[in-house]
């Protein structure tokens, strides 16, 4: 859990748009994994979860920020490999977020 992760969809449009996935965690009932948006776009609003190079296991190439309202499943087979992991300190932090944001 707190995997970093890029998708086939998302490494095709990473020039473009810098987007990352955050992997959650994996149905094994059907191999979904529930993910989350991540964007090296500051925006800072209520959505927002900042993560910096010092709350990861390996340092992303910019700051950026998990988009907490951007939540989807996406089939195992299409995470082509590991970004990196966040700590378990801030992955507490971040299942918080995520809640609130639908409170």
Same mark, same amino acid.
């Given at each position: 859990?707190?995997?970093? =992760? ?17 992997? *959650? ?6 191999? &979904?994994? #529930? !993910? ?5 776009? !500051? *925006?800072? &609003? ?5 993560? *910096?190079?010092? &709350? #990861? +296991?390996?340092?992303?190439?910019? +700051?950026? +920020? ?7 499943? !996406?089939?195992?087979? #299409? !995470?082509?490999?590991?970004?990196? =992991?966040?700590?378990? =300190?801030?992955? *507490? ?6 809640? =609130?944001?639908? &409170?």
């Amino acid at each position: 859990m707190g995997a970093l =992760s890029a998708c086939r969809q998302g490494w095709k449009n990473q020039s473009k748009t810098s987007n990352y996935y955050q992997q *959650r965690y994996i149905n094994v009932l059907d191999n &979904d994994m #529930l !993910i989350a948006q991540i964007t090296s776009i !500051i *925006r800072g &609003d209520k959505f927002s979860f900042q993560i *910096r190079n010092s &709350d #990861l +296991e390996i340092p992303l190439p910019k +700051e950026s +920020e998990i988009r907490c309202n951007k939540i989807a499943t !996406i089939r195992k087979q #299409l !995470i082509i490999g590991k970004l990196s =992991s966040l700590k378990p =300190s801030k992955q *507490r932090d971040l299942y918080k977020k995520i809640c =609130s944001v639908f &409170d």
